[in-house]
């Protein structure tokens, strides 16, 4: 399988072209764009009922997901993530796992394996969501999020990442959530909870949080007549 | 203070490097993220002319970040999807619209002025902002959509809706755009700001507040 992500940052789009019949590609709901018309298409939840209710219910991600499968070589699929913005693409190794923020998975080949995991009681101050999906395996990985996504690399002296603008991390990395400053900080700078990230590994962070669009748009919303 | 802009033109990301000791003031709201050596501090820089910014459109209080042993990075993003210039401090300075402003060197004195009170209507807000400086510095300004810098050399007439910034050496007036206040309102231009002199004017290519206009509408009622 070869693949690339055409487009980036502001609209990526994944173009998948499959080498031998067989292969395969895990898509999250209603991300296809287009694919050869032999390509078959299978809907299933992944891991299971269980599995598939934790993924939806805890990790943000549907409920449902798609497998493409080749059936010739030289077929493509292509893909595309909802928000407007980037998609990344990772050739995990085998080596670390990948956390990715609930929401920001969109693909990953089936040697691949997505799980739950509770992001635990910091997660839920964060922002980050309390849970995270951690991918593991050896395959590609595309994940996407609202804006363009910008690469970290961390060493031994940490980074710090506002809790809006993570996507995610590579395994290897610890993380606390904190505040910046003081106490004055924490309510007046208007940059609420950060993650402090150390270790060793990469961390992606967006370059727009959907939030901040949401809030821009607030006072534009029509006014409910009173009745 | 080196400043990278990654990520143009709508998902513009700046990257600030800081020498130890080095220090970058950002509008409150948009730290992405730094190196842990890098200090926070918000400040108001006194209750009136913080309470003058909240008037300018801005927020209340300002945050300094400053590297502490060791080369620092900050990563400061713009809050709507679009571009971000990096504009060199000049002796007579800038005038920024209030919502343009993202970061500055310290040494930028970045002042609330009234921009005439037909700005009331333009939706460009009252105020606008005026960047000074006395030693060489940086600005980071950020528009909405792409940023384009036009030359003006005589007159240009600009959309208030469209201004990021501009030289101060400019003369401006804000105004009508047609012969009558009645066909500027039809024409849906609104109000324009009039220049005169020669300078740089940095216009962003959507317009914030139709943007808002045309989605906005389309969402559920509030209560």
Not at chain 2, 28 to 37: D, I, K, R, Y
Request: charge should be neutral.
């Amino acid at each position: 399988m070869r693949y690339e992500v055409r487009q980036k940052p502001d609209y990526g789009l994944v173009r998948v072209m499959f080498d031998a019949p067989g292969e395969q590609l895990l898509v999250e709901s209603s991300a296809m764009v287009a694919r050869d018309t032999a390509v078959t298409m299978k809907t299933q939840m992944t891991g299971g009922l269980f599995d598939a209710a934790k993924r939806k219910l805890l990790g943000g991600e549907s409920l449902f997901q798609n497998t493409f499968t080749a059936t010739a070589p030289g077929q493509t699929l292509w893909v595309a993530p909802a928000p407007e913005g980037d998609v990344q693409e990772l050739h995990c190794d085998g080596s670390t796992p990948v956390f990715l923020q609930s929401g920001a998975f969109l693909a990953c080949a089936p040697s691949v394996q997505l799980d739950t995991k509770w992001g635990g009681a910091k997660g839920f101050f964060s922002g980050a969501g309390l849970f995270l999906l951690r991918a593991a395996g050896v395959g590609p990985l595309f994940f996407s999020c609202y804006g363009g996504i910008h690469p970290v690399d961390v060493g031994p002296a940490g980074y710090i990442v506002d809790t809006n603008h993570i996507v995610g991390w590579t395994g290897g990395l610890e993380y606390r959530v904190t505040k910046l400053g003081g106490l004055k900080s924490l309510f007046l700078s208007g940059e609420g909870l950060v993650c402090e990230f150390r270790g060793q590994g990469r961390v992606w962070v967006s370059t727009r949080n959907p939030s901040s669009l949401a809030a821009f748009l607030q006072p534009f919303r029509p006014v409910k007549p009173r009745s | 203070m080196q400043i990278n802009v990654l990520h143009r033109p709508a998902q513009a990301l700046a990257q600030v490097w800081l020498q130890p000791g080095e220090a970058i003031v950002a509008e409150s709201g948009a730290l992405v993220g730094m190196t842990p050596n890098v200090q926070m501090q918000t400040q108001s820089g006194g209750v009136m002319s913080g309470l003058k910014r909240m008037f300018g459109g801005e927020s209340f209080f300002r945050n300094t970040f400053t590297a502490q042993q060791g080369n620092g990075e900050v990563l400061l993003a713009h809050a709507l999807p679009g571009d971000m210039a990096v504009l060199e401090m000049t002796p007579e300075g800038y005038f920024l619209q209030s919502s343009a402003f993202i970061a500055s060197s310290p040494g930028v004195n970045i002042d609330t002025k009234l921009g005439g009170f037909r700005g009331f209507f333009s939706g460009a807000g009252v105020f606008v902002l005026k960047a000074t400086t006395q030693s060489p510095g940086q600005l980071l300004v950020g528009g909405f959509g792409g940023l384009q810098e036009l030359v003006c050399d005589g007159n240009l007439v600009i959309d208030t809706g469209h201004l990021v910034a501009w030289d101060a050496t400019l003369q401006y007036q804000v105004g009508k755009s047609g012969a009558g206040w009645i066909a500027s309102f039809l024409s849906g231009e609104g109000l324009v700001c009039h220049f005169q002199g020669r300078g740089r004017i940095w216009v962003q290519t959507r317009n914030p507040v139709e943007y808002g206009r045309a989605v906005g509408s389309q969402l559920p009622p509030r209560e």
